[in-house]
């Protein structure tokens, strides 16, 4: 490689920096041009420094991570972003993917692997990991489901907890200190607006949006 990749740093983390500066000085063909740990430095330094990559860490004083990116892509789209961060929650790395990073790094992966994510951004290339790209798309199916999904009041969840739990009419109107009659009346309500019609299709409902858990002992595990 005839001109090393230029690489900016950008943690709030010293000790984080310093180790991420001597893994990637063992290579001839990258070179640190420069750092901060200030979010609100950023885009001024990449205009003066021009890098080829830059490391960004998400969790950062003033502004984070994915908002700086953003803010990379509209202003300097040819600069590279690798997000490296702690958080491994389908959420993070979604909104790294919206911000327009290129990449994402769990810090603590080995240096050789960093080195090979440097790399890879650098040529253009994406780098995300097969099971992050899965956690992404399941997080942004369960976003879509439950945004088709019609809104219940306070009542109505209530009661459907209670019914996905096993309870009775009786034993639900006792719980929640109303007639058995108001239950029936949710109940309906219930079946009409989720368009389910039997008690275990509101159990497996409640169960998909984790409003209960399926335990084996339970009467809701034997519900497929």
Do not use: W
């Not at 983390?13 to 991420?20: D, Q």
């Not at 001597?22 to 021009?50: F, P, S, W, Y």
């Not at 009661?159 to 929640?176: D, F, P, R, T, Y």
């Not at 949710?186 to 079946?191: I, K, P, Q």
Request: proline share 4%.
């Amino acid at each position: 490689m005839n001109n090393p990749i230029k690489v900016f740093l950008v943690d709030d983390h010293p000790l984080v920096r310093k180790g991420v500066s001597v893994c990637l000085a063992r290579r001839r063909d990258m070179k640190i041009v420069g750092e901060t740990g200030d979010a609100r430095e950023v885009l001024a330094l990449a205009r003066e420094l021009q890098p080829d990559v830059i490391l960004m860490d998400i969790g950062m004083p003033y502004m984070s991570g994915t908002e700086v990116t953003a803010l990379l892509r509209r202003e300097l789209p040819l600069i590279r972003v690798l997000v490296l961060s702690i958080h491994e929650t389908p959420e993070f790395i979604q909104e790294a993917m919206q911000a327009g990073a290129r990449g994402y790094i769990l810090k603590g992966v080995p240096c050789a692997d960093l080195i090979s994510a440097v790399e890879t951004v650098y040529r253009g290339e994406l780098c995300f990991k097969s099971e992050m790209i899965h956690s992404v798309r399941e997080q942004s199916l369960r976003q879509a489901t439950d945004a088709d999904a019609p809104r219940l009041t306070e009542r109505e969840r209530d009661v459907l907890i209670q019914v996905a739990e096993g309870c009775s009419n009786k034993e639900i109107a006792a719980k929640l200190g109303i007639t058995i009659r108001t239950v029936e009346s949710h109940r309906g309500n219930l079946m009409q607006k989720l368009k389910i019609h039997s008690t275990a299709g509101l159990t497996r409902f409640a169960v998909a949006r984790q409003l209960v858990s399926a335990q084996p002992d339970d009467a809701t595990a034997v519900l497929v």
